[in-house]
DNA sequence: TCTGGGGTCCTAGGACCC
DNA sequence: TCTGGGGTCCTAGGACCC
């Protein structure tokens, strides 16, 4: 999709249109630009770039929020009129998708009339642009997709791949970052020609196996990279994680575990949705100097409440927090997955069925009146454990309490 | 310039087991 | 007693993508 968020928000606000705009924050916040209008584009604002810098470049620009369930709605209209062109539909992101069309030729016509039609049932269903590449592997089909934007369409004909591609930039190869780009500067190369001109003995001696995928993509293959395989569903998430940068840094141990606490809730129900449980839980915190940690304990068994979850991240903040030192951002992840309807009735115990249904109950409530509806007693001096010992079945968060800080999203209760 | 948030994959070392 | 080899799991960090 073409500069897909503010294509989307321009769609709810008009008068957005032709202007400047940046989506990912207001001009004088911590953040960095998610997308920029073509028009902001011109006084070199473009994504990744932080806010304030933003700001200087092209203070006129209209600085914006976002609305991720908008663009994750409109994602999911394209992706279902892509289905209707063929079952082998592969989203690769938020706005970004592979399409298998192999055997569709007698349906759709030969592969440019096929994107036309395509790009045509796009516009008409959502009135959004897109760019549409087409080749015989998908790391080829994504590098012509680039070229075409804005708005086009560009065909890389079967045996011509690596014509294509070699006068093109190696920054210009997924994969191929600052980091990569350095390196293959320093031994002269520039060009993706460059390097399918190289031995590949010599990358895999100077990178190893990604020297290996290196090579066999200079030359517009998938394989030995992620994208390797077939296009299709893609299947439950390895980790979920939240994470939150504050507005000035603290070192207020009260508020690090009240936003700890939150974006444990929200992992939790974000298990509960995918029907996942989690043996590890990670920790990460940044600090003022940008110098991360992480760290990480995995459970003798598997869980997807909420409380569990705290309490692991909580006792890891509290080893390994150096409290000289002020945070900047904070955050957790979850990951080895298990299954959880196979663990549930086997383990489940009745503290862990009644916390279960009182989180199912709070999930409901947040579907309802939204994520700010109710949280669990956290952060309120730590008492919401022996509170819940008295009466287990309570739901969580269901007493007012404290205001302990001013987290995202931190209800009244 | 002053650096988000949500992910994936890879590497490397250590513990542990047979 | 001066020290193998293969495998798995766990942890930490880093590059990279959108």
Not at 356 to 361: C, D, E, G, N, T
Not at 393 to 413: S, T, V, W
């Amino acid at each position: 999709m073409d500069a897909f968020f503010v294509s989307v928000e321009e769609l709810y606000d008009p008068a957005l249109k032709g202007k400047a705009v940046v989506v990912g924050g207001k001009a004088n916040e911590r953040g960095v630009v998610s997308a920029a209008s073509y028009e902001a584009r011109k006084f070199g604002v473009h994504s990744a770039l932080p806010l304030r810098t933003a700001y200087k470049l092209c203070p006129h620009a209209i600085f914006i929020e976002g609305h991720p369930e908008r663009y994750r709605e409109y994602s999911g209209r394209v992706y279902e009129i892509f289905r209707q062109f063929t079952p082998a539909v592969e989203m690769a992101s938020v706005d970004e998708a592979y399409l298998d069309m192999t055997g569709t030729e007698r349906l759709h016509g030969p592969p440019l009339r096929a994107a036309h039609l395509l790009h045509e049932a796009v516009k008409a269903q959502t009135q959004l642009n897109c760019s549409i590449g087409i080749a015989t592997s998908r790391l080829v089909a994504k590098i012509a997709s680039d070229q075409a934007k804005p708005n086009g369409i560009l065909r890389v004909l079967p045996g011509v791949e690596a014509r294509f591609l070699a006068p093109l930039e190696v920054r210009k190869v997924p994969g191929v970052g600052k980091v990569t780009e350095k390196q293959l500067h320093e031994i002269g190369i520039r060009r993706i020609g460059d390097l399918a001109a190289l031995d590949e003995k010599l990358l895999e001696a100077r990178f190893g196996k990604w020297g290996l995928a290196l090579a066999g993509k200079a030359q517009g293959l998938d394989a030995g990279s992620w994208f390797d395989g077939e296009i299709g569903e893609r299947g439950d998430p390895k980790s979920i994680s939240h994470e939150h940068t504050y507005g000035e840094d603290t070192k207020d141990q009260a508020r690090l575990e009240a936003t700890l606490a939150h974006l444990a809730e929200k992992v939790g129900r974000r298990l509960r949705e995918h029907g996942l449980s989690a043996r590890t839980v990670q920790l990460k915190l940044r600090y003022t100097d940008f110098s991360t940690i992480t760290r990480a304990h995995t459970m003798a068994s598997p869980t997807q409440l909420d409380i569990d979850l705290i309490e692991e991240s909580r006792a890891l903040l509290r080893a390994n927090w150096d409290t000289r030192r002020t945070v900047r951002l904070i955050g957790m992840q979850a990951s080895g997955f298990d299954d959880a309807q196979e663990q549930m009735g086997l383990l489940e115990d009745g503290r862990t069925e009644r916390w279960r249904k009182a989180l199912s109950a709070a999930d409901k409530l947040r579907d309802r009146f939204g994520e700010g509806a109710v949280a669990l007693g956290s952060g309120m001096g730590g008492h919401y454990r022996e509170r819940v010992q008295e009466n287990p079945a309570a739901l969580p968060g269901k007493e007012p309490g404290k205001e302990p800080g001013k987290e995202p999203g931190k209800p009244g209760g």
